[in-house]
């Protein structure tokens, strides 16, 4: 069946290497930010989030880049695998905090 | 179950007809969303609930969208009159109170709507 994102950007990696996917938000009054990651079929997932006063947060095998005088996120993903193919969306929610918008979505391709 | 439950899974309709699509969100979580993802598009807010407060609509594309969410729960979005640029996977999303987590989103699996 058609899958989400068929015309969204595409990073294509090497299993094995480091990716890196950005995102450029708008919203200065932002100040919370999470990437979520969307398998084909599926509602996004959780990956990882950062706070405004942030500048760096790791996870397992991933880390998340906050510029704020650039407005610009990122997320790293360290020793790609075949597993972290899919659509990744950045979000960000505003102090009021009633939702969460999101940026138009990266298609991660890991070629074995 | 321990996720967020949609139903219908996929629901194809013909132009002008009404539909309902229903969320079952997490047992506790006060918060449900509704986002809309189109063919190559990101997430775009529809309408979200926070306990016994008014909903924002503020995302709801036009007056042919509506939702209830009865008994703090369960929530429906209906469609009325539904046109072809209707089709879309409509996604509904939980989360615990707020100052109970950061914000993060719990998303069911979506209910893939097509309109012919």
């Known amino acids: 069946g058609e899958s989400v994102g068929l015309h969204l950007p595409t990073l294509s990696v090497q299993e094995g290497d480091n990716s890196i996917i950005n995102c450029a938000y708008s919203?200065?009054?932002?100040?919370?930010f999470i990437w979520y990651k969307q398998e084909s079929g599926k509602g996004p997932q959780f990956i990882i989030d950062?706070?405004?006063?942030?500048d760096k947060r790791q996870g397992q095998r991933v880390t998340v880049l906050l510029n704020k005088t650039v407005k610009h996120l990122s997320l790293q993903i360290a020793a790609t695998q075949p597993g972290d193919s899919a659509v990744y969306f950045c979000?960000?929610?505003?102090?009021?905090?009633?939702?969460?918008?999101f940026g138009g979505g990266t298609r991660l391709m890991v070629k074995p | 179950g321990a996720g967020v439950s949609q139903s219908p899974s996929n629901k194809v309709t013909e132009k002008g007809k009404d539909v309902e699509l229903r969320c079952d969100p997490i047992?506790?979580?006060?918060?449900l969303y509704w986002y809309r993802q189109s063919l190559g598009q990101g997430l775009e807010f529809l309408i979200y609930?926070?306990?016994?407060?008014?909903?924002?609509k503020s995302g709801l594309p036009s007056d042919r969208f509506s939702a209830e969410r009865t008994g703090g729960s369960v929530s429906t979005l209906t469609i009325q009159r539904t046109q072809q640029e209707d089709s879309a996977v409509y996604l509904c999303?939980?989360?615990?109170?707020?100052?109970?987590?950061?914000?993060?989103?719990?998303f069911g699996e979506g209910s893939r709507l097509t309109v012919l």
């Open positions: 950062i706070r405004s006063n942030m």
């Open positions: 999303a939980s989360s615990p109170r707020r100052g109970e987590n950061t914000g993060e989103l719990f």
């Open positions: 979000a960000e929610k505003d102090r009021a905090g009633n939702m969460l918008t």
């Open positions: 919203n200065s009054a932002s100040d919370y």
């Open positions: 609930f926070q306990g016994n407060s008014a909903p924002d």
């Open positions: 047992s506790g979580h006060t918060a």
